[in-house]
């Protein structure tokens, strides 16, 4: 079966998109990128899978055809209908489907740490403890400096926690530096 143009529907040229999964449409003339199997591109005829002999290793998906590879990601046995070839490995079905083509775990991300949030909190609770601030304050500014391009978190925030981390932060530095110096300029004035 074509494969449709993503503008016009009309079928692209398979021997474009067995180069390099890019094809122009010979209708319209748009450029079409498309990521499938190669074989989906093969003129072969189907393939035969043979049954498992009584000791000879089984397909993981197919118990009564006989394995002609191991997955190269999780290693179960795979018969040639389930076989999928990435590069020079094979691969099982249910790992191109969790992997999407590549060895990444199928497990998204459940949580993330929120940077923010921290770098706002931190200067805000030593307040409590304010020698903590001589701390916390750069902390705060180098925190939110280094995590600024971070993905936030896995829902839509913005990055008014960093701003106001930031202001925070600069607040207390420039306190602490302007309580030394101060102090020293108190000690030279009474030792002199």
């Not at 993503?6 to 449409?25: I, V, Y």
């Not at 290793?57 to 002609?68: E, Q, T």
């Not at 971070?150 to 960093?162: D, G």
Request: with cysteine; glycine share 10%; hydrophobic share 45%.
């Amino acid at each position: 079966m074509p494969l449709p143009c993503a503008r016009c529907d009309a079928p692209l040229p398979e021997w474009e998109l067995s180069g390099g999964g890019q094809a122009t449409c010979t209708s319209c003339g748009s450029l079409n990128e498309a990521r499938i199997f190669p074989a989906a591109l093969r003129t072969q005829a189907p393939v035969q899978t043979e049954s498992a002999l009584e000791g000879e290793a089984a397909c993981f998906d197919h118990p009564g055809k006989r394995a002609v590879a191991a997955c190269g990601h999780c290693g179960r046995f795979v018969c040639a209908l389930c076989s999928v070839e990435f590069g020079e490995e094979l691969w099982c079905p249910s790992c191109v489907a969790a992997g999407a083509g590549s060895a990444r775990n199928a497990n998204p991300d459940t949580g993330r740490p929120l940077y923010d949030s921290m770098a706002l909190i931190a200067p805000l609770l030593s307040l409590w403890f304010w020698p903590m601030t001589a701390i916390t304050g750069p902390g705060a500014v180098v925190l939110s400096v280094l995590k600024w391009r971070e993905p936030l978190s896995l829902v839509r925030r913005n990055r008014w926690r960093f701003v106001a981390a930031i202001v925070i932060g600069l607040s207390e530095t420039a306190g602490w530096v302007l309580l030394v110096g101060y102090l020293i300029a108190r000690a030279r004035a009474g030792g002199g």
